[in-house]
Each structure stands twice: as structure tokens, then as C-alpha cells.
């Protein structure tokens, strides 16, 4: 079974401070994507970073960061500076690909409250 | 703004009643995929269509049904409507079917059940 956990409901953060999300995933592919999506108070689902399996350097994208630990089946969410518009929900997922659909499979999320 | 647009953004009705959601992709995404965001079962992959074809199914209950068009919009039926059925459903679209490529999020409609 292909499976995303996110062990950390809920997280909380002082604004200008880092915090990382943790995530681990299962899947017997070797070809697949690992992705954040952020889903603010608004409901939109937006990408935030995104991560090729194959490539061992870590994805950055401004403040947001990944450890992407491939043997560990681990791939946390590193954010610094954190502001006040970073509170939203987290979402790890994956797809794989070169199969018959690129399907996201999604963890269960991680509620980050930023606090001013 | 995603590009992806659904409608309607929200709908009340009641217990066996049947709904059809619609959602346009970004201008020349051939991919388009359901999910289903509840309480219960977080964010689960529904259905994928591809240039108008069914793609893949994933949880997806037989009262539920999806089609895409020629002009590449997709519906998705919804029919028996149970309350459990409450939830947010996003349509997301993408150009193909490479997984790198990015699934761009449409804003949801908020389903309710009565």
C-alpha cells in the first residue's frame, strides 16, 4: 500500500522563527514526486515545494525547505522566518509515474499556527 | 488564482437528492482529477481523466460518476446523496501525466447534505 504519514496534528511557530513539518511515506515505486501543498484558511490548495526522487539535493523555494532522506522514506518541510500568513494546513504527498496515473496520495495534514 | 475554476462553490441539499459538479482546467491541461476532501477521510483521490478518458478511479463510490468533454471541462455526478457524503471536493488539472508536472487546484465546492 502506498501511504503518507504526517505524525504532527498540529504544530505552533513564533513569527521570524523556523519549525519544521515532519512527513514519511511508503510506496514500492522507484519513479515518484514528493510535493507540500498548503491549504490556508481559504481552502485553495497551493502548491508550496516539490521534490524529484531521484535527485539527492535537497529542493528550496525562498523560505521553504526540504530533507529529503530517500532510504528513510522521510521528507519534512523546513520553513524559516515564518510570517503570519504561513498559518494554513500542510499536506505532504506523492504520486508516482510512468504507470497509469499520476494520482497525489495525500498525508493527513499538519495544522501551523503562527503566532505574532 | 489556479486557472482551475468549479462551480458551484457551494451546495446545499438534502438525502437522495442528485448534484453534478463541474470544473474547467487551466487552459491547455489535458489531465483533469477529482478529490475529496471530509473530516473523516482527509484528502482522497477520487477519479482521472485524460484528454477525455477515464484514467484511473480511486475511491470512488459507484453512486458516484465523472465524465470529461471534448472541450476538455469535467462533471462530476453525484447521485443518492447520503450525509456522509458532506465534504469539499477539488477539481485539479494538469498538462499530462508526468508526476513532476504540478496539479493545479481549483477552489472546491463546499458540499453540504441535509
Known amino acids: 500500500a502506498q501511504t503518507v504519514t504526517q505524525s504532527q496534528p498540529e504544530m505552533s511557530v513564533q513569527e521570524a522563527e523556523t519549525v519544521t513539518l515532519s512527513c514519511t511515506y511508503d510506496?514500492?515505486?522507484?519513479?515518484?514526486?514528493l510535493f507540500w501543498y498548503k491549504q490556508p484558511p481559504s481552502r485553495q490548495m497551493i502548491l508550496v515545494i516539490r521534490?524529484?526522487?531521484?535527485?539527492?539535493q535537497n529542493a528550496t523555494e525562498n523560505r521553504f525547505s526540504v530533507n529529503f532522506q530517500k532510504a528513510a522514506k522521510s521528507f519534512s518541510l523546513k520553513i524559516s522566518d515564518s510570517q503570519l500568513g504561513d498559518t494554513a494546513m500542510y499536506f505532504c504527498?506523492?504520486?508516482?509515474?510512468?504507470?497509469?496515473?499520476?494520482?497525489?496520495?495525500f498525508g493527513t495534514g499538519t495544522l501551523l499556527a503562527v503566532q505574532p | 488564482d489556479s486557472g482551475v475554476t468549479q462551480t458551484p462553490k457551494h451546495l446545499i441539499t438534502a438525502t437522495g437528492q442528485r448534484v453534478t459538479l463541474r470544473c474547467s482546467p487551466r487552459?491547455?491541461?489535458?489531465?483533469v482529477y477529482w478529490y475529496q476532501q471530509s473530516l473523516d477521510q482527509g484528502l482522497q483521490f477520487l477519479i482521472q481523466?485524460?484528454?477525455?478518458?477515464?484514467?484511473a478511479k480511486g475511491n470512488i463510490l459507484e453512486r458516484f460518476s465523472a465524465q470529461q468533454f471534448p472541450d476538455l471541462h469535467s462533471e462530476l455526478n453525484l447521485s443518492s446523496l447520503e450525509l456522509g457524503d458532506s465534504a469539499l471536493y477539488f477539481c485539479?488539472?494538469?498538462?499530462?501525466?508526468?508526476?513532476?508536472?504540478?496539479?493545479?487546484f481549483g477552489p472546491g465546492t463546499r458540499l453540504l447534505v441535509l
Open positions: 504527498a506523492f504520486t508516482t509515474y510512468g504507470g497509469a496515473t499520476n494520482k497525489l496520495i
Open positions: 487552459s491547455g491541461d489535458l489531465s
Open positions: 521534490q524529484e526522487a531521484y535527485k539527492q
Open positions: 485539479a488539472s494538469s498538462y499530462g501525466l508526468a508526476g513532476i508536472e504540478t496539479q493545479y
Open positions: 481523466y485524460y484528454n477525455g478518458e477515464e484514467r
Open positions: 510506496t514500492s515505486e522507484n519513479n515518484y514526486y
